[in-house]
């Protein structure tokens, strides 16, 4: 495919126009032209990883320090250490309690968190639970104003939780986008990826379970149990009924009526997240919930990820939506090398892991046909992703029951640790 004739063959589209242009019209584009997603992705070697664990450190203390002068009346109390010492150059973990990724901040950044000085500010982590297909992903994209989880029309295409950030001058809000609860684990990757769900939810301020308008209403008790029943504290519950633009007023307000009287949580509250509508109500809800307290991120942030995971996901969501059936959900999609060149493209090459040769037919095509539509279509999202040119290799390659295989999935980055470089 020529990129001339590509939908998103467009040099000026900014990184969340291309989000829209594939597909999802729906996403108001909130962001300027400039404004790429900055992620995580300068741990790059121990040096830096180093100095921004000294960094972290810093910021640690004095968000104590914030914490503690509001309690105890000005007293800096506890001299807590932090435990931020060491990062893994390769890895970055996606701890149980993520860190305050100051490794992320220059010496401009860290001034810029003076704002946090602000009493009034609010800051805290959001879980956003609920069964596959749902919205959640959609959900978390609207409020962070980006697409940063693939979103598809099939289910369980969420497999990491991805955590993004939404900020304003009074706020900010850490959303992590957990896998569909799945009530049959067929794999290890499926109790792998609720493993994650409930180390999501473990750490949040405050949890918003997804349902959706359309289905007869149900409770939600097996997604609470499965995503939060490991809090000591009941945290503040949001339930969002989603879809609202598919069923009419009327059914609305039955169902609403019936989760306030069938299930245990705080709030109802009615949205269309494809749309937007209601979205502003449910940020308003948080706030309410979050506590004081200065920002994690710099405001500009919208996640931790570096950008090799969002590359694979986007070689993951054309693959949900180039082929059918089984083989999307058989795929694994790594990016096993990322060099960027001075004086030409960069270069990315990118694994895609199937259980069976027979899959690995299908992925590939006639005369490899398949594959090079694949790729061209990953290469023009990736980017416009990155805004800049990169050269794009894609093999295919057999790893029998990789679903099943402990070692390989925690390789994979579902065990809490995902490849930084
Ligand atoms: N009509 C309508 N469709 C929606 C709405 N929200 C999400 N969808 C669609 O529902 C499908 C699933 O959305 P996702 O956001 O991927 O759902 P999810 O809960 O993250 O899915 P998993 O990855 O399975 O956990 C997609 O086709 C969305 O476009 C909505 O408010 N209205």
Redesign the pocket.
């Known amino acids: 495919m020529e990129l001339s004739t590509h939908p998103l063959s467009n040099a000026t589209l900014s990184p969340c126009s291309y989000f829209a242009s594939a597909g999802?019209s729906?996403f108001p584009l909130r962001r300027s032209a400039s404004a790429i997603p900055r992620t995580g992705c300068r741990f790059q070697n121990r040096e830096t990883a180093d100095a921004g664990g000294g960094r972290r450190v810093a910021l640690e203390r004095r968000r104590r320090f914030w914490i503690d002068e509001r309690e105890n009346g000005g007293e800096e109390g506890g001299g807590e250490s932090s435990s931020y010492a060491s990062d893994d150059d390769v890895y970055l973990s996606l701890s149980e309690k993520p860190d305050r990724s100051t490794a992320l901040l220059d010496d401009y950044e860290m001034e810029e968190l003076d704002y946090a000085s602000n009493p009034d500010h609010r800051s805290g982590y959001v879980a956003v639970l609920?069964?596959?297909?749902?919205?959640?992903?959609?959900?978390a994209?609207q409020m962070i104003g980006q697409k940063l989880?693939?979103?598809?029309?099939?289910?369980?295409?969420?497999r990491h939780r991805v955590l993004g950030i939404c900020s304003g001058p009074e706020y900010q809000m850490i959303l992590y986008?957990?896998?569909?609860v799945i009530e049959k684990k067929m794999h290890k990757l499926d109790s792998m990826m609720m493993s994650n769900v409930r180390s999501a939810a473990v750490n949040a301020d405050c949890v918003l379970v997804?349902v959706d308008a359309c289905k007869v209403p149900e409770k939600i008790d097996e997604v609470l149990e499965e995503g939060i029943r490991d809090l000591k504290n009941k945290v503040p519950t949001l339930l969002v009924m989603?879809?609202?633009?598919?069923i009419k007023p009327g059914e609305i307000a039955k169902k609403l009526q019936w989760y306030e009287k069938f299930t245990d949580v705080d709030d109802v509250i009615p949205?269309?997240?494809?749309?937007g509508h209601g979205v502003e109500d449910v940020k308003d809800w948080i706030l309410s919930k979050l506590p004081l307290g200065p920002a994690y991120y710099p405001k500009d942030i919208v996640s931790e990820h570096p950008e090799r995971f969002f590359v694979a996901e986007i070689v993951r969501e054309k693959i949900f939506m180039q082929y059918r059936n089984e083989v999307p959900y058989a795929c694994q999609v790594n990016v096993v090398s990322y060099k960027t060149r001075p004086n030409a493209k960069d270069f990315i090459q990118v694994e895609i892991v199937v259980e069976k040769n027979s899959q690995k037919i299908i992925v590939i095509g006639k005369e490899g046909r398949a594959l090079k539509l694949l790729a061209t279509a990953s290469r023009l999202d990736i980017e416009d992703f990155l805004q800049k040119k990169v050269y794009l290799e894609v093999e295919v390659k057999v790893k029998e029951n990789w679903r099943q295989d402990e070692g390989l999935l925690k390789y994979y980055g579902y065990g809490g640790q995902i490849r930084a470089l």
């Open positions: 999802n729906f609920g069964k596959p297909n749902v919205g959640k992903s959609t959900l994209n989880s693939i979103v598809t029309d099939k289910p369980q295409t969420t986008d957990t896998p569909g997804l989603n879809k609202k633009d598919l949205v269309s997240a494809k749309y």
